[in-house]
């Protein structure tokens, strides 16, 4: 017993600098934040409790309710979009020489390491609606002028859409490397069978690669319920607060409006949001993933 009891000191000891961050600079500032939610407070005068008047602040909360849409609207776009853009991308590659594969998985994977202020602002002047790269492909193609992408509420927040499908080289990595694990067996068994190559990818590819399906989808979900560097640096949110995501509305009402006990109240919304949807996606696409067992 004594052995086992200095086993698990040495152990604590080992951890304990992850210890003391986790506990300094998660857990801590979680149960200050928890706190403060509670009360009203600007981090420069004693907080003075409230109960839970700033979560019942928010059914009356215009702003909190085009931030939620339209983080959800995002979280929808950017999902499918991610998920099905990487897929579609791995299957291409899958079937490509390996020399050009590899070559064509590296430059989609750059995207990926680039600071998100640097690719807002290269993005910024894709969609100029003047000099920019996607109207002027639009007037070549014979149209007479495209629209100003980030300035009119009817595109701004599809244009942030589009823009984050260009990341997906952590997701085309994982299925690029699900579809490579798909047995060689199953597919000429289909083969024999009469399915052509699209029937052996519906039947046969898909299933085997749900489980990778599903989780590119549910980090793409997680992500994108955290939208916050884009809006804030194309669009401050707007025109017309169309692009205003959920956590900007909260860094605004924290450091913008002084609210930070509302501040607080909406991150913990947020989480519970996450979690909620995070257990929806693993409850229903458990219903459709196919697990190997061998």
Do not use: K
């Amino acid at each position: 017993m004594n052995g086992s009891a200095r086993a698990v000191g040495r152990g604590l000891l080992f951890i304990s600098p992850w210890l003391a961050g986790f506990c300094g600079l998660t857990l801590g500032p979680a149960l200050l934040s928890a706190w403060y939610s509670l009360t009203d407070t600007t981090l420069l005068d004693p907080p003075v409790y409230t109960g839970l008047s700033n979560f019942r602040r928010m059914w009356s909360d215009s702003l909190f309710w085009i931030a939620l849409r339209n983080t959800l609207v995002f979280a929808a776009m950017n999902s499918i979009g991610v998920t099905a853009g990487s897929l579609g991308v791995a299957v291409l590659l899958h079937r490509a020489p390996a020399r050009v594969a590899a070559l064509a998985r590296a430059v989609i994977f750059l995207p990926t390491v680039v600071p998100v202020v640097t690719a807002c602002a290269c993005w910024m002047w894709v969609f100029n609606p003047r000099f920019g790269i996607l109207n002027s492909a639009l007037t070549a193609a014979g149209a007479t002028g495209g629209p100003d992408w980030l300035g009119d509420s009817r595109f701004a927040l599809a244009s942030l859409g589009f823009m984050s499908v260009w990341v997906i080289g952590s997701p085309l990595l994982v299925a690029g490397a699900a579809l490579r694990e798909v047995p060689r067996s199953l597919l000429e068994a289909a083969a024999i069978d009469g399915l052509g190559s699209g029937g052996r990818l519906w039947h046969v590819t898909l299933p085997a690669i749900s489980p990778a399906l599903m989780f590119n989808g549910l980090m793409a979900l997680i992500w994108s319920l955290q939208l916050f560097g884009p809006p804030l640096i194309m669009t401050r949110g707007g025109p017309e607060h169309a692009t205003l995501s959920y956590s900007m509305y909260v860094y605004l009402c924290a450091f913008s409006y002084g609210d930070m006990g509302y501040a607080c109240a909406l991150a913990w919304v947020q989480l519970a949001l996450t979690l909620a949807l995070s257990a929806a996606v693993l409850v229903v696409g458990g219903r459709f993933v196919r697990y190997r067992t061998t």
